[in-house]
Each structure stands twice: as C-alpha cells, then as structure tokens.
C-alpha cells in the first residue's frame, strides 16, 4: 500500500517511520510550511500515486483538506481533532465524493481495546451495587486541555453501563460527592505520559484498570492499520466500524 501524509509534524513524522517498518511505501509527504515535506499543497500530482491518504495537521485545515482529496477520489484517514464542528459537511463531501474515509480522535489499538475492557468491566459492576467507580487521568505539563478526550470516553462508557452513575464531574469538589455522581479526575506534571485509570472500590476491595501510552506509536500504527482496512472501502467510517472488525 503507498499513502500520502498530510502534517509534517509529531504525528506526521512518526506514521513515516513506523510506515518505513511495516512495508508501507510514503509516496508523498504534504505540509504547507515544513521545507522538507515535498508538497506544500493537496494537488494531483501530490496524490497520484497514494492509496490512502493520513491527515494529522490542524484542525482549522481539516475541512479545506478533505475537500481537495475527496475531490481527488482518495480514500482519507483523518487523526487531527478539533474539526468536528465541520463533521456534517465533511459527511457530505465524502457522501458526494463516494470516498472512503474514517476519522478518530484516538487511533491507539490500546486505548480502543482498554474502552472495550472497562465496558465489559463497567457492565459486571452494575451488577454489584457494593462497588463504586472512579476514572483519573496524569499527562505532561504540556497538554493543552483537561480532562483528556480519553477520560470522557471512559466516564461515558461507565455512565452508559453503571446505572447507579447519572452525571460525570470533573471539577475540584468542595463539597461530598453525591452516589450518583461519577468523579473524573486530572493531573498534570513534567512528562507523564497519557495515563488512564478506571477504578472500582467497596469495603472489601479495590480494582484498578491501567492504561499507560508510551509513545506516539500506538496512534501512529492504529492510523497505519485503519488506512490498510480503509483501502477500497467507501462510505463514511469512525473507529467503532474499524476496531469491531479488527476484534472480530
Ligand atoms: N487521533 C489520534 O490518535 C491522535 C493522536 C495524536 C495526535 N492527534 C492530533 O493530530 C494532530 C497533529 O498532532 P501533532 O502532534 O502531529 O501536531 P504538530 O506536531 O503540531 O503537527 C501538525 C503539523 O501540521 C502542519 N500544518 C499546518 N497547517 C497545515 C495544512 N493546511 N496542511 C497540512 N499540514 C499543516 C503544521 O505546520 P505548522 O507547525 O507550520 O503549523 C505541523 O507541521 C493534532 O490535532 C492532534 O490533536 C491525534
């Protein structure tokens, strides 16, 4: 398979080298203003020869990115977040264009199987009234928001199953949590990596299910892996069509 790569940057360097590692060829590497990217544009000569192309720039670049590549006819792997406000035109760019193209704000095989771990978790633990839960998530000092995407996904999982859990709350608590209130906890320091713990705690006992990133690999080969299912496909995907598959 060749892909193209649009973003030079973090993401976009190390999906080159994992790529490098797995036999799949990088035919064209975009990015507006790094001058080691061959392109500075989405064009055809760009796109010629890519299967699938990756995105993971900016999100104020997604939309006019996808534009040019569905009008290209390349199916398109999308990891930039913080463009979903544009997702019901992005849907109708692919609809019309008859690409293929699936978007996740996390690609980690991990973390995807992690979320499969704690709804399976989540759902036994609606059966023990005994138990509580907490979620809690550490990253570097650099992260730019709080709490992670990831931890919200967790609570909505455990909100979802745990029937005794109603709400999520992040904030610091200045008062008792209420039973049916499910704490969401962050910290930031040095250069933690994303770090997710889910946990449930009775009298008796505590459970605690760890997830620990140690790179930026696990996104990198999540993206790798999801361009290769995409190849060929059409229609609109998330990372729920592509991980049912991948755990079938
Ligand atoms: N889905 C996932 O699993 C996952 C995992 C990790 C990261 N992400 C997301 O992926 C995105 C990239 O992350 P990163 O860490 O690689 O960021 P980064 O290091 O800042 O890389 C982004 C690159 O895109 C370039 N760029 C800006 N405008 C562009 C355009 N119009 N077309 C093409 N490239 C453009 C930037 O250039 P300049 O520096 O000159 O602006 C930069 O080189 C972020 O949105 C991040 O949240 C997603």
Same mark, same amino acid.
């Given at each position: 398979?060749?892909?193209?790569?649009?973003?030079?940057?973090?993401?976009?360097?190390?999906?080159?080298?994992?790529?490098?590692?797995? %036999?799949?060829?990088?035919?064209?590497?975009?990015?507006?203003?790094?001058?080691?990217?061959?392109?500075?544009?989405?064009?055809?000569?760009?796109?010629?020869?890519?299967?699938?192309?990756?995105?993971?720039?900016?999100?104020?670049?997604?939309?006019?990115?996808?534009?040019?590549?569905?009008?290209? %006819?390349?199916?398109?792997?999308? /990891?930039?977040? /913080?463009?979903?406000?544009?997702? #019901? !035109?992005?849907?109708?760019?692919?609809?019309?264009? #008859?690409? %293929?193209?699936?978007?996740?704000?996390?690609?980690?095989?991990?973390?995807?199987?992690?979320?499969?771990?704690? !709804?399976?978790?989540?759902?036994?633990? #609606?059966?023990?009234?005994?138990?509580?839960?907490?979620?809690?998530?550490?990253?570097?000092?650099?992260?730019?928001?709080?709490?992670?995407?990831?931890?919200?996904?967790? /609570?909505?999982?455990?909100?979802?199953?745990?029937?005794?859990?109603?709400?999520?709350?992040? !904030?610091?608590?200045?008062?008792?949590?209420?039973?049916?209130?499910?704490?969401?906890?962050?910290?930031?320091? /040095?250069?933690?990596?994303?770090?997710?713990?889910?946990?449930?705690?009775?009298?008796? !006992?505590?459970?605690?299910?760890?997830?620990?990133?140690?790179?930026?690999?696990?996104?990198?080969?999540?993206?790798?892996?999801?361009?290769?299912?995409?190849?060929?496909?059409?229609?609109?995907?998330?990372?729920?069509?592509?991980?049912?598959?991948?755990?079938?």
């Amino acid at each position: 398979m060749k892909i193209a790569i649009i973003g030079y940057g973090k993401m976009g360097h190390e999906i080159e080298r994992l790529a490098k590692t797995k %036999g799949i060829e990088v035919a064209a590497v975009i990015d507006p203003t790094d001058s080691s990217a061959a392109f500075k544009e989405i064009n055809k000569e760009a796109l010629s020869q890519a299967d699938v192309v990756i995105d993971f720039s900016v999100p104020d670049a997604v939309a006019e990115n996808v534009r040019r590549v569905s009008s290209l %006819g390349k199916n398109m792997v999308v /990891g930039t977040t /913080g463009w979903y406000n544009s997702l #019901n !035109d992005v849907k109708d760019l692919v609809k019309k264009s #008859n690409i %293929g193209f699936i978007y996740s704000p996390n690609f980690s095989i991990g973390v995807n199987l992690f979320f499969r771990i704690v !709804d399976e978790s989540s759902k036994l633990v #609606n059966k023990i009234s005994d138990y509580d839960v907490f979620v809690y998530e550490g990253h570097h000092n650099q992260k730019a928001d709080s709490p992670s995407g990831t931890a919200r996904a967790l /609570g909505d999982i455990i909100l979802r199953n745990v029937k005794r859990k109603k709400r999520l709350v992040f !904030d610091k608590l200045d008062r008792k949590i209420l039973p049916e209130e499910l704490h969401v906890a962050s910290f930031r320091a /040095g250069f933690i990596p994303g770090t997710h713990v889910v946990g449930f705690d009775s009298e008796a !006992d505590t459970i605690e299910l760890k997830h620990t990133a140690r790179s930026r690999a696990g996104f990198a080969l999540g993206a790798l892996l999801a361009a290769q299912w995409l190849k060929g496909k059409t229609g609109f995907f998330t990372m729920d069509d592509f991980i049912s598959d991948f755990f079938k």
